[in-house]
């Protein structure tokens, strides 16, 4: 049984054709774009089955055995000892932690919310990073502004090492300094409180250790001319306060007039009449000379993302995308913008547009719009990233108090729901894990609170429909998305169990992981780098797998590879989409 279904446009002429094609075994639907290239839909609903003899043919382990089943001692996944990034493995990389949770749980409750965790003294030996994974951590930052380049790589080289040798994708974020006013690192205190009516001299002079008593480094030598008598200076967006009362020379003296802790390199903003004063910020270069010495040692190093701090305007996306392109030779950083200014904000469209993704740095822009609109700006900012399909992260103070403290607040619990509900790609812990006490504990809250509220939103069908504007460029470009919008909508009206894609760039997997559909999308792509870029999208359990042009032989592959390690099972509905030959099967795994 078969039907079909043919659509003609004029002349530039793509007829999308569905045919009715006397196949017996299946239901197949063809779009045929004349007179260049063929666009299958195929609904099939046995396939033909050489599987058996393919599935007890291969899964080849690093140390070159032959795994078959696996036993519960045995999750850990054996990466291929293929070189990784040859398109011609024949095994599947995919982490033990996956592989459990699909064993275990089925496909409906992966977690589609990635987490990032930021890494600092707290979590940087191997063990500790390897908890982290185990964990759940997709992504691991490191920010620049903390910490020397030695101590990244080290950071570095250990989350490749648990990518290497436990099969992990564990991606690596670099997060720069950015330029922006902040205090110097209270020569190595980890922190320093501020009681009320003291006076704190603020200063550009670098103090000596030990550091005089309430004295602060600041890191911007106009700092002494630019502020006033009578300003209001906030550390971190407001956590402590102060009035200048006096100038002398570099050193501005100042009154606490709200207490609290001053922690290392604190960000500094200073009011006027009630506003904040940005002449000066507005006059600091977004990326500064330290940050593009950073850049060059994160290309150097091969990271995943860098992320920009304070962005002003595209155009620095844009000129940094270019140095990149121009000095990574091939390897493709991904670079996200960070919105934590007003200018950000303002141009907001622009630089989505130009990024490959952003942040909403929750921390910074606090202290720069009153705290009250942060939380419509986050809900703005996931929606347009959405809409122009770019990851979006939401990030700092999810649980804050879980630096100290081994639960959450409510509040917090709630804050984090509310990113999940938004359906964020990523949510990201900052001190919580870099220093906090109970990092794992932080890192399962995550965990379990976007399980948890992914499930209710699913089952309730609460999602409210985006609508997704047109984001392709070309006539191609539009087909691929309409096939992505096509195959969620399936995969969510027959209750699919998952979606496969195959993908060499990562470009068809993040439009599928754009619509949100109910099922997780397996993403299977050759390289390992875009195996792990993948990982920070909604929804997507990337594999690196070596594929080719033929649909049928990919399909009877993974099957036969999935089964072998219990990742799904006879019987389980997928549907399958790839960018190489731009075409939709629904099928049973025979
Ligand atoms: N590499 C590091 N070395 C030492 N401390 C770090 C490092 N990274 C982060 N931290 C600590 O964790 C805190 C929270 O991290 P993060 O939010 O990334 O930085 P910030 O507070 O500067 O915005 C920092 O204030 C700092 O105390
Ligand atoms: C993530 C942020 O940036 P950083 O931690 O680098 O200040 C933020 O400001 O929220
Ligand atoms: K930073
Ligand atoms: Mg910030």
């Known amino acids: 049984m078969s039907h079909s279904l043919q659509f003609f446009t004029p002349s530039r002429a793509p007829y999308l054709t569905l045919q009715k094609i006397p196949v017996t075994s299946y239901t197949r639907f063809s779009v045929i774009n004349f007179p260049s290239k063929k666009h299958s839909l195929t609904i099939t609903k046995s396939l033909s089955s050489d599987l058996d003899a393919a ?102 080289e250990r989350v490749r090492r648990l990518n290497e040798e436990k099969g992990f994708a564990v991606a690596i974020m670099m997060d720069t300094e950015g330029s922006e006013i902040h205090m110097g690192d209270l020569g190595g205190a980890a922190s320093a409180k501020a009681e009320d009516g003291e006076i704190w001299t603020f200063s550009v002079r670098a103090f000596g250790t030990p550091r005089p008593e309430r004295t602060i480094n600041v890191n911007y030598d106009g700092f002494a001319e630019d502020v006033k008598i009578g300003d209001e200076l906030l550390v971190d967006g407001g956590m402590v306060r102060f009035e200048v009362i006096e100038k002398i020379g570099p050193d501005v003296k100042c009154r606490c007039t709200d207490p609290g802790l001053l922690l ?94 952003a942040m909403v740095a929750r921390g910074d ?116 998305e309409e096939i992505c919008i096509s195959a969620a909508r399936m995969a969510n009206n027959l209750e699919v169990d998952a979606i496969f894609v195959y993908t060499k760039t990562g470009h068809m997997a993040s439009l599928l992981s754009r619509c949100r559909p109910d099922c997780p999308i397996f993403a299977f792509t050759t390289t390992t780098s875009v195996r792990r870029r993948l990982n920070l999208q909604w929804g997507l359990i990337p594999f690196r797998l070596g594929f080719s042009d033929d649909m049928e032989s ?37």
């Open 365 to 480: 822009l606090g202290a720069q719009i009153p705290l009250e609109q942060v939380p419509s700006a986050q809900q703005r900012i996931v929606r347009v990233c959405r809409q122009l399909n770019k990851p979006v992260i939401v990030a700092s103070q999810l649980l804050e108090s879980m630096i100290e403290y081994p639960t959450p607040t409510r509040a917090e619990v709630a804050d984090v729901s509310e990113a999940v509900r938004q359906r964020a790609d990523a949510l990201m812990l900052s001190g919580e894990s870099a220093m906090g006490q109970f990092p794992d504990k932080a890192l399962a809250v995550l965990r379990s609170v976007s399980v948890r509220i992914e499930k209710w939103w699913r089952e309730a069908k609460r999602h409210e429909a985006m609508v997704l504007p047109d984001v392709g460029t070309s006539f191609a470009d539009s087909i691929s």
């Open 55 to 156: 599935s007890s043919q291969v899964l080849e382990s690093g140390n070159g055995q032959t795994v078959g089943g696996l036993s519960a001692d045995n999750v850990v996944a054996i990466p291929s000892h293929v070189p990784s990034d040859s398109g011609a493995a024949a095994g599947i990389d995919v982490d033990s932690v996956t592989e459990a949770e699909l064993k275990e749980n089925g496909f409906r409750s992966t977690r589609r919310t990635k987490l990032i965790c930021t890494i600092g003294p707290a979590t940087c030996g191997f063990e500790q990073l390897e908890a982290l994974a185990v964990g759940g951590m997709n992504v691991a930052r490191i920010n620049m502004c903390h910490g020397t380049r030695e101590w990244h790589k080290m950071v570095i």
């Open 264 to 357: 290392p390199r604190a960000n500094l903003t200073f009011w006027r009449d009630g506003s904040l004063v940005r002449e000066r910020n507005a006059m600091l270069p977004t990326i500064s000379s330290k940050d593009w010495l950073d850049i060059d040692f994160g290309i150097a190093e091969g990271v995943d993302f860098i992320a920009i701090s304070f962005v002003k305007s595209a155009e620095v996306i844009n000129h940094l995308k270019s140095y990149i392109a121009a000095r990574s030779r091939g390897s493709d950083i991904a670079v996200i913008a960070k919105i934590e200014s007003i200018d950000s904000l303002k141009n907001l469209k622009e630089i989505i547009l130009a990024s490959d993704g």
């Open 554 to 590: 990919n399909l009877n592959k993974t099957f036969s590879l999935l089964k072998a390690r219990g990742m799904i099972k006879s019987g389980d509905l997928v549907i399958a989409v790839s960018d190489m030959l731009q075409s939709i099967q629904v099928m049973n795994v025979p």
